[in-house]
């Protein structure tokens, strides 16, 4: 099955500013998903990711917020913009398999 | 709006004994997922059930799935300590030829103890 990485795995920012998280996949997937795990809490769905057109957001989600890149199939970046301590999560993506959804090691993200 | 509801959200248990956790969900679904993920650490897949009646197993930990109920549970089997983990289920939509996003329930703390 594919494997999945992430960069960075963790990072400390300072509010109003931005961060790109890069996820790297290690063969051809047509979708990609990026999921936020607030802590203690589940995972929830921000947005899916197909190459070649524009993200599909989930409710209370929005690009200006959350903008993602998918230039090829193999590679996608979500940004935070404009952060704030509400944003601290760990910032998971997911690739689909015919047997399974699977997930990178995950962003830990800390907003000051 | 999809909903999945797992129960118990927290469960400790003491080794040797066994358990069942459920998974409950709102809309006709043609997957279901479970995960488990150690504290820190990103998603282990466990098991993708795919159809009615399907049941997996491995190891201590065996998973159904009814999707006439909406119910998939996953049954621990003497329990032993490294099973202590969050485990979540996940239900797959919008399929796609590439996978399924997913909405996942809120996990079941597991605490085996001696």
């Known amino acids: 099955s594919a494997v999945i990485s992430q960069k960075p795995s963790r990072d400390i920012c300072q509010r109003g500013t931005s961060l790109t998280i890069q996820c790297q996949v290690d063969?051809?997937?047509?979708?990609m998903f990026w999921y936020r795990q607030q802590p203690g809490q589940s995972l929830t769905l921000i947005a899916t990711a197909n190459q070649g057109s524009e993200a599909t957001y989930e409710s209370g989600f929005v690009i200006d917020k959350f903008p993602i890149s998918r230039p090829n199939l193999t590679f996608s970046t979500l940004t935070v913009s404009n952060m704030s301590p509400e944003d601290s999560s760990i910032y998971l993506c997911?690739?689909?398999?015919?047997?399974?959804?699977?997930f990178g090691p995950g962003t830990r993200l800390t907003v000051l | 709006e999809l909903k999945v509801e797992q129960n118990p959200l927290f469960l400790s248990m003491q080794e040797g004994k066994n358990y069942t956790i459920y998974c409950n969900y709102s809309t006709t679904s043609d997957r279901l997922y479970w995960y488990r993920q150690d504290p820190g650490k990103s998603l282990e897949s466990l098991f993708v059930l795919l159809s009615n009646g399907a049941v997996k197993q491995e190891g201590r930990l065996m998973a159904s799935l009814d999707t006439k109920a909406r119910l998939s549970t996953l049954h621990i089997t003497a329990a032993v300590h490294d099973l202590s983990a969050t485990y979540f289920c996940?239900?797959?939509?919008?399929?796609?030829?590439?996978?399924?996003?997913?909405?996942f329930g809120k996990g079941t703390s597991l605490l085996v103890t001696p």
């Open positions: 997911s690739a689909g398999s015919a047997g399974g959804g699977i």
């Open positions: 063969s051809q997937v047509t979708m």
């Open positions: 996940a239900v797959g939509v919008r399929p796609s030829n590439s996978g399924y996003a997913l909405n």
